[in-house]
């Protein structure tokens, strides 16, 4: 079982920046990738950026030199910058390694993000 445990989300100003962390545990080993996604009300779950083991990093379009994403053993964290109202999401954590041997896809249970204009 992998846990994963999310802080740094809150309510921000527009131009405003924000840290997301999260710390994965449990029995996962061989961590692949690590990233971020994010679901604003009444749209689908959409990535925001990816890291792997690595420190190969993908992006989204539309948070390209306002975001970065960074990890250090089983953390990664997601500094957001120049923070837009469009940016307002729940935020998930998302790991995926290996349990017990299988690839395993692990999601954090979210937190908010709420940008006002």
């Known amino acids: 079982q992998v846990q994963l445990v999310e802080s740094g989300g809150g309510l921000v100003q527009a131009g405003g920046s924000l840290r997301l962390s999260c710390a994965a545990s449990?029995?996962?080993?061989?961590?692949?990738?690590m990233g971020w996604y994010r679901q604003a009300p009444g749209k689908q779950r959409e990535l925001v950026a990816t890291?792997?083991?690595?420190?190969s990093t993908n992006y989204a379009d539309f948070v390209k030199g306002r975001f970065t994403i960074s990890s250090a053993k089983n953390t990664v964290s997601l500094q957001m910058n120049s923070l837009k109202p469009e940016d307002t999401a729940v935020y998930y954590c998302?790991?995926?390694?290996?349990?017990?041997?299988?690839?395993?896809?692990?999601w954090g249970p979210g937190t908010q993000v709420t940008v006002s204009s």
């Open positions: 890291i792997t083991n690595g420190g």
């Open positions: 449990g029995s996962i080993s061989s961590i692949n990738v």
């Open positions: 998302y790991v995926r390694g290996m349990v017990r041997l299988a690839r395993t896809d692990s």
